[in-house]
């Protein structure tokens, strides 16, 4: 893939770790496309079934690279366009074609792209020295990698615009307060928590998980009526297959299922 990226898996939970740490693990293209060949992999294996995210050294990523920014690059539009539809935004699109689960674990900071990048994953996890800041209006730009998108879903039209207008910093409480995390760790047990998370939620029917995260996405773009119809042939296919059977007779047995995909 790349050697900014450190990918691994065991025990049916992928780890991909941005690895530039003498750069706040701030990305590259290469990186981001990293990424991106690391989830296809995820995908094609049975042996994955959720996915954690998280950065090497003291922070998870300070965003783009700001030394390649500036009059020196050529700034021509449909160049810059071009880059941050292919690049920039290369991750959170296949993020959201993605159907396991996604899990960031937030280790420092997660500033501009990189505050991106936990953004666009299904559930953020944080440790308590993680800060978290949208500083595009600082530069004079705007959150390419999906912060317009992904922050006001999260946690509100008006809090969403204060925070990308001001660039103001949050700190793991506050993000845990305003709903931007799920839990707040201390910082020498933030893996080990995100990974117990993950190997809860691997260990439960992986079609059923699959077409959970497949309906919520669903249904926030839809209304009820479409969103109903939808659950319906979702359940339709997932009660067809054999996993469904093991689940119940897992759960009447009082045991943990052995489940297989279908």
Not at 131 to 138: D, I, N, V
Not at 159 to 176: H, V
Not at 244 to 250: K, P, Q, R, T
Request: aromatic share 6%.
């Amino acid at each position: 893939m790349t050697d900014f990226l450190i990918f691994e898996v065991a025990d049916g939970i992928a780890t991909m770790t941005m690895n530039r740490p003498e750069k706040l693990n701030a990305f590259t293209d290469e990186m981001l496309h990293g990424l991106v060949a690391a989830l296809d992999e995820c995908d094609a294996r049975d042996d994955v079934r959720a996915v954690i995210l998280t950065g090497a050294g003291r922070g998870f990523s300070s965003g783009g690279d700001i030394g390649g920014m500036g009059e020196a690059t050529d700034r021509r539009p449909h160049l810059t366009k071009t880059h941050i539809w292919n690049d920039i935004q290369a991750f959170p699109k296949r993020a959201a074609r993605f159907e396991k689960p996604l899990i960031a674990a937030i280790n420092g900071a997660a500033i501009g792209g990189g505050m991106d990048l936990a953004l666009a994953c299904d559930i953020r996890i944080a440790g308590e020295s993680a800060r978290f800041s949208e500083t595009y209006a600082k530069i004079g730009l705007l959150p390419g990698g999906g912060g317009a998108y992904f922050l006001p879903r999260l946690v509100g039209k008006a809090r969403a615009l204060e925070l990308l207008w001001t660039a103001d910093f949050l700190d793991a409480a506050a993000a845990l307060e305003i709903g931007l995390v799920n839990h707040v760790y201390p910082d020498d047990q933030l893996l080990e928590e995100a990974t117990k998370l993950a190997k809860r939620i691997a260990a439960m029917p992986p079609l059923s998980i699959r077409l959970i995260k497949r309906l919520v996405s669903q249904s926030i773009e839809s209304d009820m009526a479409t969103a109903f119809d939808l659950v319906s042939s979702h359940i339709a296919v997932a009660r067809a297959g054999n996993d469904h059977v093991e689940a119940i007779n897992a759960f009447r047995e009082k045991r943990a299922g052995k489940y297989e995909g279908y």
